[in-house]
T-cell receptor
Framework: NAGVTQTPKFRILKIGQSMTLQCTQD?????MYWYRQDPGMGLKLIYY???????DKGEVPNGYNVSRSTTEDFPLRLELAAPSQTSVYFC??????????????FGPGTRLTVL | RKEVEQDPGPFNVPEGATVAFNCTYS??????FFWYRQDCRKEPKLLMS???SGNEDGRFTAQLNRASQYISLLIRDSKLSDSATYLC????????????FGTGTLLAVQP
C-alpha cells in the first residue's frame, strides 16, 4: 500500500493563478481531510469528506473548493491564489474500526508559495 | 482561548534526559486524545493515543486528566532521534473524526 499520496510536492504560483492539489489514498478509507499548516501554527482543517459525493467545510474553507467523485481521490482546488494561501497542505484519510476510529493517515504534503 | 494549547518550546535537553510536555484542551466534551510526532518538513504521524488510565509505550508515557482537561507526554532516556515537534491532538467526537491540533512543542535532544 502506498497509503496517502499527494502531488505536487512543491509549487510556486503567481497571485490570481489557479491550481489543483491532488490527493489519493489506496486504503479504501471513507473519510478524507485537507489541512493547511502555517509556520509555527497547528494544522487547520480546510474541507473534509465522509464518502464519495459528500464534502463539507472545515475551519478555514474560504478560497478553496473540493470534490470527491471516487473513494480514492480528494482534490483541493485553489481558484484565485493569494499570498495568504502560502502554506503546507496535508491530505489525510481515516476509517471507522469496530472499536471506534482509526488514526488519521497523512500524505507527505504539498508546499505552496504564492508570489 | 485556543481549543488545544501547548508550550511551543523549544525544549533543549541532553541525551538520556527525561522530558515532559503538557497540553490543555478547552472542550470538556472532548472524547479522544492523541500525541502525534512531526519531523521537520514532514507529515504528522501518530505517536500514541492517550487514555484516562494512562498508557505506556516503551520510553513514552501518556496521561490524561479529564477533570483538569490536561494531557501529558513523558519521554524517558531521550535519544537524538526523538528530536521533533510533538503535537497534542483532540477529537471532539461526532460522526466525522475531525481532529483539533495544538501548535506543537519542539524538542531538540543534544548529544
Amino acid at each position: 500500500n502506498a497509503g496517502v499520496t499527494q502531488t505536487p510536492k512543491f509549487r510556486i504560483l503567481k497571485i490570481g493563478q489557479s491550481m489543483t492539489l491532488q490527493c489519493t489514498q489506496d486504503m479504501n478509507h471513507n473519510y478524507m481531510y485537507w489541512y493547511r499548516q502555517d509556520p509555527g501554527m497547528g494544522l487547520k482543517l480546510i474541507y473534509y469528506s465522509v464518502g464519495a459525493g459528500i464534502t463539507d467545510k472545515g475551519e478555514v474553507p474560504n478560497g478553496y473548493n473540493v470534490s470527491r467523485s471516487t473513494t480514492e481521490d480528494f482534490p483541493l482546488r485553489l481558484e484565485l491564489a493569494a499570498p495568504s494561501q502560502t502554506s503546507v497542505y496535508f491530505c489525510a484519510s481515516s476509517t471507522r474500526l469496530a472499536g471506534g476510529w482509526d488514526t488519521q493517515y497523512f500524505g507527505p504534503g504539498t508546499r505552496l508559495t504564492v508570489l | 482561548r485556543k481549543e488545544v494549547e501547548q508550550d511551543p518550546g523549544p525544549f533543549n535537553v541532553p541525551e538520556g534526559a527525561t522530558v515532559a510536555f503538557n497540553c490543555t484542551y478547552s472542550n470538556s466534551a472532548s472524547q479522544s486524545f492523541f500525541w502525534y510526532r512531526q519531523d521537520c518538513r514532514k507529515e504528522p504521524k501518530l505517536l500514541m493515543s492517550v487514555y484516562s488510565s494512562g498508557n505506556e509505550d516503551g520510553r513514552f508515557t501518556a496521561q490524561l486528566n479529564r477533570a483538569s482537561q490536561y494531557i501529558s507526554l513523558l519521554i524517558r532516556d531521550s535519544k537524538l532521534s526523538d528530536s521533533a515537534t510533538y503535537l497534542c491532538v483532540v477529537n471532539n467526537g461526532g460522526a466525522t473524526n475531525k481532529l483539533i491540533f495544538g501548535t506543537g512543542t519542539l524538542l531538540a535532544v543534544q548529544p
